[in-house]
């Protein structure tokens, strides 16, 4: 199954054998003929309207804007416009740097996001900790809080850049199980209790 | 010079006098207190432009520099205790507002408590952080990433000197007992990034605010001590990402200085004209964004067309949008591109067409007056006890722009003014931006034509080591003074770097600026202010 988005040709994607993998791991008992209909067409609409929060830490934050703006201009692919309050995104794009002290913040965040819920890990900070790698205070990859979907480095990445993570987030959606697959929700249960931050369950 | 360290030593006769850079008087913390009031009444040293903490490991200490709002000279005091265990120091927070706030960076980060000092809580660490960082002898271990919610107390600590000299601690409320206190940020899109404010409110109107900064302190003056010299230089395109070339200027500036490295005309030239055009990309944000907090969507839009036709002009020449890390000790990194002269002057043609447009759409909109006119007044005298510098105080009537006060690089040369107004509100502070903007262009016009030719990069040893000493320089970033303290031990590493952002005080002036004003306005001058997070936390 070619699984790709916004007219992008298949062989022009990067890394094709991760998205083929994770379809044949979901289509490992096979599926419903009707319950895979409703998901294609949930999945359709899903991937095609995911809304940002607005959340910005530091740098990549400004090409954030910049990619909200007139010359990138996100909302053309339907992710509109990004939302201030996390109960009414789809995802969070963490654009920066998380240091110790944001991390229950943004965690809590993450939890208050409505279900499903995805995050994109911008720029070399949230990815591993970045050129802050021998700080004191900040943390090593946003991974270390919560489950991240898509990384993309770059310090900071060009707003074409975030164009290409976030079609990635799409083209994951589209392949998900709405209905049937619990497996994504099981999988993010299991790393929240793997990683657990006392007094922020939503 | 002279003839101040002579009327220092009548009054004082203990102090001891070092004058390799910033004439510095050493005293001891018994008549810190003293001698800093003398400093700012006598002889007129009335903005406190930082405190540096420093560990030298067998004592430690405070490196105070002043600086006269008349003749612009400075002058540093340094005050150090050998006790490691329990370090203090008499406060001086109240002869200047801001030194509450340096004073508490100070404590954070090394540990020493200031006697008399209201207010002693961490700064940017959270309250159950053990250890000082800064200190020479941190374990990292110590702190692993928090698995719980950061805890919070209303309370904070002061330290008492009683006539018997005995030091008691003694606790405060932060907050009246019958406050009604709400939390903004530090997710809240029109905080400028991640910061967080008490608010205690009385309906609508503003008694106090808390500030806490922190949620993105990167530790980059920790990390630098064990970098190399061209190393550190990364850093500062990653505080204040919009002033990267100004601040970038300001560390390579100072250890060429440090090194007696000679930068070539054209290097200074093209530094020049990367600041200015910095400057240009930087208030045009802010105007887009300050329109867009106060509900001016669309403004936006129309000034990110110019900052994005510079950001197209450094992708040239730079090889980046933003972090470009252009700027090298000894020169620039890559010679400019061939089409920069003609991208730039492309930009100048079209520059005044667009302020024209940011004025018909914006800022003689009625709604705009309203909310703007009379909003957040700082007076001259509050601007420099918080010591804001930058366009903000400078709409307060207070020139300290320092292209002109300490004029560096080839400003001396350049025909620009200082744009001063003195109304100081929020309309006074944006209006100062607009008409930098102009000035900028200005002074980019008189370079465009004339880049001389000559070497990109001047020669520097493979391996850079500083002598022995400290240094003291500051440069106008865009949001005002910018300053670094380098002390070198010889080796390859800095010894202590220390980061003066402009953006610290202009936060830190929040809560006297929007107490007794409507909660609504906190949005007006804080945007204002124009700070950025990762600047003053960095």
């Known amino acids: 199954m070619e699984v790709t988005t916004k007219s992008m040709p298949y062989e022009a994607w990067k890394d094709n054998e991760y998205i083929e993998s994770l379809v044949n791991e979901l289509k490992e008992n096979g599926t419903n003929v009707i319950v895979g209909s409703f998901d294609k067409l949930i999945n359709w609409g899903r991937s095609n309207s995911i ?36 109960r009414q995104a789809d995802f969070i794009m963490v654009a920066g740097t998380i240091v110790h002290r944001m991390a229950p913040v943004l965690r809590r965040l993450y939890d208050q996001l409505a279900e499903p819920k995805y995050v994109i890990a911008t720029g070399s900070c949230a990815v591993s900790g970045g050129p802050f790698k021998k700080s004191y205070h900040v943390v090593m990859g946003v991974d270390k809080i919560i489950p991240v979907d898509v990384y993309l480095p770059g310090c900071p990445p060009r707003p074409e850049a975030m164009i290409y993570a976030i079609m990635q987030l799409s083209r994951k959606m589209k392949v998900e199980r709405f209905f049937g697959g619990v497996n994504r929700k099981e999988k993010q249960q299991e790393f929240l209790k793997e990683h657990p931050v006392e007094g922020v369950e939503d | 010079m002279a003839d101040i360290q002579e009327r220092i030593a009548g009054q004082f006769p203990e102090a001891t006098f070092d004058t390799s850079d910033v004439l510095t008087v050493e005293i001891p913390d018994s008549k810190l207190h003293a001698l800093a009031r003398f400093l700012r009444d006598e002889l007129r040293f009335d903005f406190l432009v930082t405190i540096v903490g420093m560990d030298w490991v067998e004592k430690m200490g405070c490196i105070y520099y002043l600086q006269s709002t008349s003749d612009h000279s400075r002058i540093a005091i340094k005050a150090t205790t050998a006790d490691r265990e329990n370090p203090m120091l ?26 008399g000092n209201p207010d002693m809580r961490r700064l940017f660490l959270s309250i159950d952080w053990k250890g000082y960082p800064l200190r020479k002898d941190y374990d990292p271990s110590l702190n692993p990433v928090p698995t719980e919610n950061e805890r919070q107390s209303d309370f904070t600590d002061t330290y008492v000197e009683h006539s018997d000299g005995k030091v008691v601690k003694e606790q405060a409320r932060v907050f009246e007992e019958d406050d009604f206190v709400v939390n903004i940020g530090p997710q809240h899109p029109a905080t400028h990034g991640v910061l967080r404010f008490r608010t205690a409110v009385d309906g609508e109107t503003i008694r106090k605010i808390d500030v806490y900064m922190g949620y993105i302190h990167r530790g980059i003056e920790k990390i630098c001590e064990g970098l190399t010299y061209p190393q550190t230089l990364h850093f500062m395109d990653r ?15 100072t250890i060429e200085q440090a090194a007696g490295i000679e930068v070539s005309r054209r290097v200074q030239v093209i530094r020049v004209i990367m600041d200015e055009l910095s400057r240009i990309a930087s208030h045009c944000l802010f105007i887009g964004t300050f329109c867009m907090d106060l509900g001016a969507t669309t403004m936006l839009f129309y000034t990110l067309r110019v900052r994005e036709q510079i950001l197209d002009i450094m992708d040239k020449t730079c090889g980046a949008r933003m972090t470009f890390n252009y700027e090298t000790i000894g020169g620039v990194m890559q010679d400019l591109h061939p089409d920069f002269v003609k991208d730039v002057k492309e930009l100048l043609a079209v520059l005044p067409a667009n302020l024209k447009e940011y004025d018909k759409l914006f800022t003689g909109n009625v709604i705009t007056r309203n909310r703007m006119e009379g909003v957040g007044k700082m007076s001259r005298e509050d601007a420099i006890t918080w010591s804001v510098t930058g366009p903000s105080g400078r709409a307060s009537g207070w020139a300290c722009d320092i292209r002109k006060t300490h004029p560096y690089s080839i400003y001396p040369e350049l025909d620009f003014e200082q744009v001063v107004m003195h109304e100081g509100d929020a309309m006074a502070r944006f209006k100062v931006r607009m008409k930098e903007i102009e000035e900028s262009a200005k002074i980019i016009a008189q370079l465009i034509d004339n880049i001389p030719e000559g070497e990109i990069q001047a020669k520097v040893a493979k391996v850079l080591k500083l002598p022995v000493g400290h240094w003291f320089r500051t440069v106008e970033g865009c ?50 202010l124009d700070y950025i997070v990762p600047d003053m936390d960095r």
């Open chain 2, 239 to 253: 505080m204040d990402y919009f002033s990267a070339h100004n601040y970038h200027h300001g560390l390579c500036m």
């Open chain 2, 90 to 115: 008499h406060s001086i927070a109240d002869l200047w507002h801001i030194a509450g706030i340096f004073e508490r960076e100070v404590y954070d980060f090394f540990g020493i408590v200031f006697i």
């Open chain 2, 479 to 528: 949001r005002g003074a910018f300053g670094i303290y380098l002390e070198s031990d010889g080796t390859v590493n800095p010894y202590r770097l220390k980061i003066v952002p402009p953006c610290l005080p202009a936060a830190a002036a929040v809560d006297h600026l929007t107490r007794g004003q409507k909660i609504a306005d906190l949005i007006t001058i804080g945007g204002s």
């Open chain 1, 51 to 86: 809304w940002p929060l607005t959340f910005a830490t530091s740098c990549c934050g400004i090409e954030f804007v910049s990619l909200g703006a007139a010359r990138f201009d996100m909302a053309r692919f339907g992710w509109e416009v990004a939302r201030s309050s996390p």
